[in-house]
């Protein structure tokens, strides 16, 4: 599919929210017409190639009653009472029951390939997301793909279609819905009627808002759209990304994190001070690092501190070093090793200011 | 009464036996999109769907088929089954039109899981161009095509 051809023509009912994030695409639909967006999702399934990339479509309609594919719209929903509150019956390409959609009931559809069809993983990005904005409510998916709020209340019913190389799985979110249409609208228009189309399984339901007022519609939005593209791509899949993992591995790496550094220099001075009998003394020490190794070090310690032939074999033992405190420590103790005798405890501490120096 | 291609004979006899045999194991060709096509005496086609895309499907809630009398391209959508795991799009495996369908799988759309093959036929259409079996699989070609898919 020509990308920018397809983007032109959608343009005028929906707006992309985020930014496309390969391989998954989150769009929301700014049309909240029931037979637009249901267009909007046949029209996704047959033209977009969902063999390389999913999309999650986010939508919302003014009050509708939608009955799924093979339902009976006299049996599932109160036509005349629906008439005069003007709310139209809408009939979905997918299976499953009817559901009662308005501005308070946020509509999620996941377009994939066949082969990586899943609902349930679609629905643990609901809850998922739900658990991370409000961890107190208990949400559940059952195994009829329902999600339950307190193992009682259904907050979102699920259905899907599947075509010649595609599929969609699309379900309902109760955020602050008109609980009293949904009683009064999900009966049936008439008595006596006798079908063997599909029906409808009533639940009770509930809103997320009854039980977390705070819970703001765009909040919501958010966390879904969050939990989607966060949960859509990992950067150690190298089937995904051939060659990532060493990509990786050069930037954990020492030599692009430090060896990388423009050549610096320092220059401090080293407050020297010995126990017995208590003295103090300064020193300088001055450093090159390039490449994030030491390339050139120079400490002066007063020859009547320490002889300068030890301060010399330190700063020589330092050369071609990483500017490193664990690498400076290690070098600097095969020196003191070599060393005992009185100088000893001066050299050692030194040793310790030095590796401090560096960080 | 079908004439014996081998003898010419009519009547129940080994020859006849064997060509229908033959006849049963050849008939039957494959969509990639798990339809099958039997070619019956009569010319008409009866179509249904594979025991790996029934066991794909799970249970199946109901049969959404064509009107008698619906004229269908190959690859036309001209159903759906539905099922717990979703609505699947039926595909003609042909050109042809509807001239019948099973209107046991009303009351009993679980047929379709039970008896795939027989019982659970979903329509029968006529073939209006034979040509269009030729870009069907066989069992033997289905077979691996199923195998590769699966891997």
Redesign the interface.
């Known amino acids: 599919i020509d990308w920018d051809c397809y983007i032109y023509h959608c343009w005028s009912i929906f707006c992309l929210v985020s930014i496309p994030l390969f391989p998954g695409l989150v769009l929301q639909s700014q049309s909240t017409d029931v037979f637009q967006n249901l267009a909007l999702e046949d029209w996704i399934d047959a033209h977009v190639d969902l063999q390389q990339r999913s999309i999650l479509l986010l939508w919302r309609n003014r009050p509708t009653v939608v009955i799924g594919r093979h339902q009976n719209p006299w049996a599932e929903c109160n036509l005349p009472a629906m008439r005069s509150a003007q709310v139209p019956v809408a009939r979905r390409r997918s299976g499953g029951g009817t559901v009662y959609h308005d501005l308070g009931n946020l509509n999620l559809t996941f377009f994939a390939s066949k082969k990586a069809y899943d609902r349930r993983r679609n629905l643990k990005v609901v809850t998922d997301a739900l658990r991370r904005v409000r961890p107190q409510l208990d949400i559940q998916a059952t195994d009829r793909l329902d999600i339950l709020l307190n193992g009682r209340y259904k907050i979102s019913g699920t259905a899907s279609r599947l075509s010649r190389k595609s599929s969609y799985h699309h379900c309902t979110l109760l955020h602050s819905a008109d609980r009293s249409a949904i009683a009064v609208l999900l009966r049936p228009s008439c008595p006596g009627i006798r079908s063997n189309a599909t029906p409808s399984i009533p639940s009770p339901v509930t809103n997320l808002t009854d039980h977390a007022p705070s819970l703001q519609w765009e909040e919501l939005l958010e966390a879904v759209v969050q939990q989607y593209s966060s949960g859509c791509v990992d950067p150690a899949d190298e089937a995904l990304f051939p060659g990532v993992g060493s990509m990786e591995a050069e930037l954990r790496g020492w030599q692009w994190t430090f060896g990388k550094t423009p050549k610096f220099s320092v220059e401090t001075q080293l407050e020297l001070r010995d126990e017995r009998p208590a003295a103090r003394c300064s020193a300088q020490l001055q450093l090159e690092v390039k490449n994030g190794r030491v390339e050139s070090c120079r400490v002066e310690v007063p020859a009547t501190w320490l002889p300068e032939r030890l301060s010399a074999s330190l700063a020589q033992a330092l050369l071609g070093e990483r500017f490193c405190p664990h690498r400076a420590a290690a070098a600097l103790s095969a020196l003191l090793r070599c060393e005992s005798g009185p100088l000893h405890s001066r050299l050692r501490n030194l040793c310790d200011v030095l590796v401090a120096a560096m960080g | 009464m079908v004439e014996c291609q081998l003898c010419y004979m009519y009547g129940y006899h080994m020859h006849q036996r064997l060509q229908s045999l033959l006849f049963c194991l050849t008939a039957l060709k494959f969509t990639d999109?798990h339809e099958w096509i039997r070619v019956e005496d009569n010319g008409t086609g009866t179509v249904g769907i594979s025991n790996f895309a029934q066991e794909a499907l799970g249970d199946v809630?109901?049969c959404?088929l064509p009107e008698v009398g619906t004229q269908l391209a190959q690859q036309d959508e001209f159903g759906?089954l539905?099922?717990?795991?979703?609505?699947?799009?039926l595909?003609s495996p042909l050109t042809g039109e509807v001239v019948e369908v099973n209107t046991l799988l009303?009351?009993n759309p679980g047929l379709v899981n039970k008896s795939c093959y027989k019982d659970g036929w979903l329509m029968k259409m006529t073939i209006a161009k034979p040509a269009e079996l030729d870009s069907l699989m066989d069992e033997a070609a289905y077979e691996r095509y199923i195998h590769s898919i699966e891997d």
């Open positions: 999109k809630v109901y959404g759906a539905e099922s717990v795991k979703a609505a699947s799009e595909y009303a009351d």
